[in-house]
């Protein structure tokens, strides 16, 4: 989204750009030697490292993607201004090319946090791979016994479950490895990952569960500023090309590996010894209790220590006969990514794109008892997630706990429903599901505050600065973007000036005639009285109830336009409808304007109307806009100017409407509206 909007605002701006795009799939449009090199500046919009080494002499604006999403004008306006990034990192403007910049071009990541999303974004295919392979197994090959879910050697399922453990088993290194590359490069990747690898693994020090992916967080973070530290010692010149493939990684990966052996690891065997013992004891005390501490203790880490410590005391209380406490274990155990796949189904803006990928391989691994496929989400935003998570698995463990569920083998999930071996059932299904929508909701709840504190926040801090966007409007306020799978994703762009853009022809794509049917014109009232008018105005006067539709009948895009353009006819400001509508046609062909979030701006200039002028109009249905969410369009505005307006007035409406459509109670309050007056009540707070 980053990119379009960047293509779409360079293009407004009569500025040639080239955008390479880096997402989950890799580097796309990747730029070249010779793109860089006649740049007259690089914009960076990126939540995650992005080498800048090759731009070393350009103007440099580093910001997060959603600078990039919401203020993408302002951002080309800015970078003429940015610092000179230096061969050293730093910048020749005086002021870090990676910090907010001397433009203030909005708030860039922390590097803890890219590194965390980096570490993320690696891990993620280990984890969909490593758990869906485990899951598929289970199901086509397991059989229920009392050891758990046994597949028989030496069979198909058996290798492909033994393919999908070594997804697992990587899953936990590649985290740490990546977020140590994230802080300080290659020659800190062996000892992150060698140090993910011993937290994993607790026969290291003597523990029955590793340390799991919060351990793997630990040796990340540990390996990457560890290397750096030992990057900034003094050594001979003839030692200096031998420092970052030898000496570094074997200094480092030593010194990591020993400290979390003996210093780290054994105090974690220590307490989760304890633990189990301590569990031991309240075998006899409430049930709602225990279940309730059982769940917690299962959703806190998802696999790692403390999951582990409840799911083994369950287990093997199941060889005495005691069979209810791995009943309340599994009620807890898909509670995780159960809740984190919901979650992404019922507010599907606060996630991205691959986030929401990644929450329907959640939902698969939670039917069959794969805690781990809620990893992600818990490591992108641990303060948010890990809490909703507990607080969901509390509740069903409790709920198993109230109602003596049983299960008579060591596993979790729906899946040992299906297969018979819980006791039970209605109250095991309940158990989950009630389970499973606390977290949900908890989970979105966290998020939208967090989300809301962000912004308040850094409207505060954008005010204060005085800082103003490039068309002259209100100070820029960056929307946070909210951490997951998805936030690793990054854009480049290099810009180099070029003459305006020629006028869009008019004429250029000359549609066939609209009859009077196709444009679904309807009778309009009659131009307001000039007083009346003045008070029925909004957006600079270009937006007017007699623009106003709270009902579109079009179902097409191409219908909608021709509606909308009819509808702005009706002002005496649009002297050619045919101009007007293919003009609308040929910006659509470029690119779609829809915004996501059930949001459409179509625009046009042409000289087929005499003065700027904006209609709104409301699709209960949603017309489908080609939108990157995937969503419909139910709110669209269709902003015409003359080509002598096309610069700063086009964008200086644009700007003003998209500021405020970021607003989530905006929108509700324009969707809830009941007729033109109700829906220019809500429009006269775009200012």
Known sequence: MAAEKLTQAAEALGVEIKVETQGSIGAENVLTD????????????????????????????????????????????????????AADGGSGGGSAAGGSGAAGGGKERSTVYKALMNGVSYMIP?????GLLIAI??????????????????????????????????????????????????????????????????????????AGFIGAIVTGF??????????????????????????????????????FIYVIGEPIAWVFTHLTDWLSGMTGTSAVLLGALLGLMIAFDMGGPVNKTAFLFGAGLIATGNQTVM??????????????????????????????????????MGMFGISEGAIPFAAARPAQVIPANMLGGAVAGAIAGVASVEDAVPHGGPIVAVLGAIGGVPMFFLAVAVGTLVTAITTNALIDIKERGNRGAAARATAGAG??????????????????????????????????????????????????????????????????????????GYLTRQTVKVRLKAG?????????????????????????????????????????????????????????????????????????????AKLIFMITVPEAAAGDEHLRILAMLSRKLMDTGFRERLSAAPDEAAVLAVLREVQ
Request: hydrophobic share 50%; glycine share 10%.
């Open 467 to 540: 800082a103003v966007s490039a068309t002259g409007a209100e100070p820029l306020v960056p929307e946070p973007v909210l951490a997951g799978a998805g936030a690793g994703a990054g854009t480049v762009a290099v810009l180099t000036k070029a003459p305006a853009a020629p006028p869009a022809a008019s004429g250029a794509t000359e549609p066939e005639a609209a009859t009077q049917a196709e444009t679904e014109t309807e009778p309009r009232p009659e131009p307001l009285a000039e007083a009346e008018a003045a008070d029925d105005e909004v957006l600079s």
């Open 126 to 130: 280990f984890v969909v791979v490593g």
């Open 556 to 632: 097409t895009k191409d219908a909608a336009i021709r509606e909308m353009a009819a509808m702005l006819a009706t002002t005496g400001k649009v002297t050619d409808l045919e101009a007007l509508v293919a003009a609308a046609f040929a910006r659509e062909d470029q690119g779609s304007t829809g915004l996501g979030d059930q949001i459409a701006i179509p625009h046009a200039k042409t000289d087929a109307v005499t003065a700027p002028v904006v209609g709104f109009a409301r699709s209960a249905e949603g017309v489908e806009w080609g939108s990157l969410d995937g969503t419909q």
């Open 327 to 364: 009943g309340m274990c599994a009620a807890a155990i898909p509670v995780m990514p159960l809740g984190q796949g919901l979650a992404t189904l019922i507010r599907r803006r606060l996630y991205s794109q691959q986030e929401r990928e990644t929450g329907m391989a959640a939902l698969f």
């Open 222 to 259: 540990l390996a990457g500023y560890l290397v750096l530290w030992i990057k900034k010692v003094k050594v001979p010149k003839f030692a200096q090309p031998i420092m970052p493939i030898i000496v570094i990684p074997i200094v480092a990966t030593t010194a990591l590996s020993l400290f």
């Open 34 to 85: 010779n793109d860089v090199r006649n740049a007259d500046g690089i914009i960076i919009a990126a939540d995650k490292d992005v080498d800048r080494s090759r731009f070393v002499g350009k103007k440099v604006l580093a910001v997060g993607v959603a600078e990039g999403i919401h203020h993408p004008e302002s951002l080309i306006e800015q970078v003429q201004s940015a610092p000179v990034h």
């Open 137 to 210: 197994s289970l199901a086509l090959g397991g059989d229920a016994t009392a050891k758990g879910y046994v597949i028989p050697e030496g069979s198909f399922w058996a290798d492909v479950n033994a393919v999908g453990v070594i997804g697992f088993e990587l899953m936990i290194p590649i985290l740490s490895g990546y977020i140590a590359y994230a802080i300080a490069d290659r020659p800190a990747l062996v000892p992150g990952m060698i140090g993910g690898w011993i937290a994993g693994h607790g026969e290291f020090y003597d523990s029955e569960a590793g």
